[in-house]
């Protein structure tokens, strides 16, 4: 039984490893030259560059996708760093009572218990409050048996997602607290000011926050020494041992279809490669509406199209740069508020900026020596997309120009930055695009809608077509990895079921 899966990112990786081991024949084919897709690193005279990556859920035992990924990878052998402080927000208009004004989200949440109380004291039931949320949230298993797809199960066993219901009830009960309500309750200035900023001054979800503390705390969201990178050479290594096939720049222009059955794909060189079943794992708008040509669509997937159900997440601006320092004394993350505005050439307006020291990895740079980075969210990522294909000396020049801005703000902060720079990197929306052929250089799928908790409107099969499957990070909103790996390992137990097999996972060391 042929496989052919389209992108070696995370998400097709993972399914090309899930499918060899349960005797399918899988091909995976990427059009870059390399693995990983948004989840990778470049090196630069000596440093390299994270395309970004900061934390994985389930990098400890406590959280349930450290069994998902201790199916592909061996988890002990990678020593993970796990971040005291998330985040240090310096507050513009207050100060804290010891006349501090930044404000320090601790990972550990007796310790930010503790912190929070000592400069608020008069919010003690909102803190409070708080804290047991997330505690209660560290008591369920969050997600619920990671290891089944609803859909497969037979009705006896769909029931004992009865016991679930208390998790549904407590979720739905905390889903619409946003960091602005949450700061409305609060009397303290400083502590109000510090929420309202824990978006970089937008409202979401307070869930966005809580629910990665809560697992933080359990040492369950830590950065893996090595970076992207070594992480997925670990899958795209295993998947290899398993006797998969990789072909690097080799791009697929489309899904042969014929009787509404995908029966293989297309290269962009015109070369066919028939198959019984294809996964697509590369983007969801290209597979959709270019490979399959919008002909297996319905109203929730033209709604999706038309950003009408949900938005597309953002893309990023980032300025990497390689330092003769460590920066030792700065905190790893910080967020500060500018003393002007700074606005983008693509217009979208930033009145913060936050720097990542990245000197808790030696593994990125020499001795000595370390990577910062700033980067942007945009809301206009088709700006720099389209000024790159239709101007690119014009292009060159806004990214130049925009990245100097940001390291002239930023030396502010880090004195001396400047003067230390041995190289710049600049990644754009126009480069993630490039690079993963996202969609509008989105960095992961979909936003989360309003409703953080609802089920997923985007399916891993399309209407009226047999034999193909959609995986990877557009498959929930909010994406990331822990997505790409789910849904990866739901459609091979789908396949495994179609074809009879039974389902089994990795025996072999790890
Ligand atoms: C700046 C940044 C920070 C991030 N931080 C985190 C984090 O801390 N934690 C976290 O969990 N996630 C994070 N993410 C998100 C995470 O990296 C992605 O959600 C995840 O890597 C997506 O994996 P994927 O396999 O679904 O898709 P992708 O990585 O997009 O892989 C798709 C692959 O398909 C290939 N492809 C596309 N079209 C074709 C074609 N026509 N033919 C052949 N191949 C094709 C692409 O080249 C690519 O390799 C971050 C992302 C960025 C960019």
Not at 2 to 9: D, F, T
Not at 383 to 402: D, G, H, M, P, V
Not at 409 to 415: N, Q
Request: charged share 20%; net charge positive; glycine share 8%.
């Amino acid at each position: 039984m042929k496989i052919n899966i389209i992108g070696a990112g995370v998400a097709g990786l993972s399914a090309g490893c899930y499918l060899q081991i349960n005797g399918f024949e899988t091909t995976i084919f990427e059009r870059h030259s390399t693995f990983g897709g948004l989840c990778t690193s470049w090196q630069r005279n000596g440093f390299t560059f994270e395309s970004g990556f900061q934390w994985l859920l389930g990098s400890g035992k406590s959280n349930p996708f450290y069994q998902l990924w201790s199916e592909l990878v061996d988890m002990a052998s990678i020593r993970f760093v796990h971040h005291e402080v998330r985040m240090e927000i310096e507050v513009k208009e207050n100060k804290d009572i010891f006349g501090d004004n930044v404000f320090h989200l601790y990972t550990n949440l007796d310790r930010l218990e503790k912190y929070l109380l000592s400069i608020a004291s008069e919010d003690r039931t909102a803190i409070t409050k708080l804290i047991r949320t997330m505690r209660r949230m560290q008591s369920f298993e969050i997600p619920p048996k990671i290891k089944s797809v609803p859909e497969l199960l037979p009705w006896y066993q769909k029931i004992s997602y009865i016991k679930y219901l208390p998790l549904l009830f407590f979720l739905n009960r905390i889903k619409r607290e946003t960091n602005f309500t949450f700061a409305e309750k609060l009397k303290n200035p400083f502590l109000k000011e510090a929420f309202r900023l824990l978006f970089d001054g937008d409202e979401m979800p307070m869930l966005i926050l809580t629910m990665p503390l809560a697992f933080s705390d359990l040492n369950g969201t830590g950065y893996p020494i090595g970076g992207s990178v070594g992480f997925v050479r670990n899958i795209e290594q295993n998947y290899i041992a398993l006797g998969g096939k990789i072909r690097y720049h080799t791009e697929v222009e489309n899904i042969i279809v014929e009787q509404n059955e995908a029966k293989g794909i297309r290269l962009i060189t015109g070369e066919v490669i028939p198959s019984d079943i294809t996964i697509s794992a590369a983007d969801w708008n290209f597979t959709v509406f270019t490979a399959l040509e919008g002909k297996y669509v319905n109203k929730t997937i033209l709604e999706l199209h038309r950003q009408e159900k949900l938005k597309v997440y953002f893309s990023v601006f980032m300025v990497s740069m390689g330092v003769a320092g460590t920066f030792t004394d700065q905190p790893h993350f910080l967020r500060f508020p500018l003393t002007q505005p700074l606005v983008s050439p693509d217009d979208t307006r930033y009145e913060r900026m936050e720097v990542h020291i990245n000197n808790y990895d030696p593994t990125l740079a020499p001795e000595g020596k370390t990577v910062v980075s700033i980067s942007y969210y945009t809301r206009n990522a088709d700006f720099w997309i389209n000024l790159r294909a239709s101007n690119l000396k014009a292009y060159q020049a806004e990214k130049q120009r925009f990245s100097q801005m940001i390291i002239t703000l930023a030396e502010a902060k880090l004195l001396g930055l400047k003067d230390k720079i041995e190289v710049v990197d600049i990644a754009t929306p126009a480069t993630f695009r490039r690079y993963t052929n996202n969609w509008k250089g989105s960095v992961q799928g979909w936003l989360p809608g309003k409703n953080i908790i609802a089920q997923s409107p985007v399916k891993s099969e399309l209407p009226g077509l047999k034999g193909f499957y959609f995986i990877g990070h557009w498959s929930i909103p909010g994406g990331g990895l822990p997505v790409a790996i789910k849904s990866a390992r739901d459609v091979a137990q789908m396949i495994c079921k179609i074809k009879k097999v039974r389902f089994r996972i990795y025996q072999k060391g790890f």
